[in-house]
């Protein structure tokens, strides 16, 4: 695709497309929903537990089925259509979520219920984060379009973390919990409405490949290890999503014990975190004609380890709003140059098996993140797991800088392989 506009850095030039201007309009709803719900649901879980350890097991339940599925989520994927996956998953989500509405307006719910549906919302996601993820592939033609496209998906993700969070915090004042979870039951629909009108050859959506899925796993992690740029890319990964994006568990206990606030506090506090993020996946935007790019990467993915430090140090809401603005501004950019780097340096035969790799990096990590911040939250308090997080996530990138320098440099010189 080629027109004028392109020329001026237009951030928003891979909508041209149809199939994925549907897509990302439907996600762009949906992710609001989901931020609604993500904010009611810890905040349900702690003012129904009043104890951080055990919101961060409530949030750790809906990543474990990514963590325990991933890897064959993406041999899966690389062998159906994957349009019709993402309508399995949607309409998935959609019952879990009316299903906490009704639990809720019942009043049966409890701390046992809140985990068994977050971890039945879980199994659902272990498919559709990697389904989405190599789904983009399949939305735009012109393949030098894709890092555009990828950041507009992290953009439209972003903006809901804004918006999302700050309607949650006054619908849950105003209504209750349950009608962020009833809001979220509504916003699947916009989704399902969008893939019906979606149309993708089935040629570009069909992958058989005549092995059984434990073969195919076991290619895909070799064809990762063997090349640098998507093994190293990984690691960064998942360093960084291990210890960096534990908010949804010490944003609640930081605004409730640290700065005596509320339900809209802890809106606010997620609302600052997604104007960054916001801001940087709009940066990524402008900029991905470019590519993407390994020494930003490495750079800022250093940086959100000092930011999830200094949110910390903190003693009020407009300090807390700068480092949370900074944090998500650098957390994005690893996330968006992570994607990018491996859409871009991936066969599309190996694509739903990486991508996978990357949403267990992502996503089914956050249990282990999770429950190393609730921890140290519930232990000492929400300020030391700040610094704790902060610094695992520097040591850690130290460590592997140590140990493989002829990599780390290689990879920083290298623009493409």
């Not at 695709?1 to 949906?30: H, T």
């Not at 000092?306 to 949370?324: D, E, K, M, P, R």
């Not at 308090?381 to 990599?407: D, E, K």
């Amino acid at each position: 695709m080629e027109n004028s506009i392109k020329k001026y850095n237009n951030p928003f030039y891979s909508l041209g497309y149809p199939n994925f201007r549907l897509y990302w309009v439907g996600m762009c709803i949906s992710n609001i929903g989901t931020w609604m719900q993500n904010i009611a649901l810890p905040w349900l879980a702690l003012t129904t537990t009043n104890n951080p350890f055990l919101v961060s097991l409530v949030s750790a339940s809906q990543f474990i089925p990514t963590l325990l599925l991933s890897l064959f989520s993406g041999a899966i994927l690389d062998r159906v259509n994957k349009k019709r996956v993402l309508i399995i998953t949607q309409v998935g989500f959609l019952l879990v979520s009316l299903s906490f509405v009704i639990m809720i307006y019942l009043d049966w719910l409890n701390f046992g219920l809140m985990i068994v549906l977050s971890f039945i919302y879980g199994i659902f996601n272990a498919f559709d984060s990697p389904c989405r993820q190599s789904f983009i592939y399949e939305l735009v033609e012109q393949k030098e379009d894709l890092p555009n496209a990828v950041a507009l998906n992290s953009m439209a993700f972003n903006a809901a973390r804004v918006i999302g969070p700050s309607i949650a915090g006054i619908i849950m004042t105003k209504f209750g919990a349950s009608s962020c979870f009833l809001i979220n039951s509504i916003s699947f629909l916009f989704v399902l409405v969008s893939l019906f009108f979606i149309k993708t050859h089935p040629e570009q959506v069909e992958n058989p490949i005549g092995k059984n899925i434990i073969e195919n796993i076991k290619d895909g992690l070799i064809y990762i290890k063997n090349s640098s740029v998507l093994s190293l890319s990984l690691i960064i990964l998942l360093i960084v999503a291990t210890f960096i994006p534990n908010f949804n568990v010490l944003n609640s206990a930081f605004a409730k014990y640290v700065l005596n606030g509320n339900e809209t506090t802890f809106g606010y506090l997620m609302s600052f975190m997604g104007i960054g993020a916001f801001f940087g996946a709009l940066l990524f935007a402008t900029a991905s004609r470019r590519g993407p790019s390994r020494k930003i990467l490495y750079t800022v993915s250093i940086l959100c380890g000092i930011f999830t430090f200094l949110c910390g140090t903190v003693n009020n809401l407009f300090t807390a709003g700068i480092f949370h603005i900074l944090n998500g501004f650098c957390y994005i950019l690893t996330l968006s140059n992570v994607n990018s780097t491996l859409q871009i340096n991936t066969e599309n035969r190996y694509r739903g098996r990486v991508m996978s790799i990357y949403s267990l990096f992502l996503n089914g990590t956050t249990p282990l993140g999770n429950l190393y911040a609730g921890f140290f939250a519930e232990r000492f308090n929400p300020r030391v797991a700040f610094y704790s997080c902060g610094l695992a996530g520097l040591i850690f990138i130290g460590i592997i800088t140590l140990l493989r320098p002829n990599s780390i440099k290689e990879y920083l010189q290298i623009k493409k392989e």
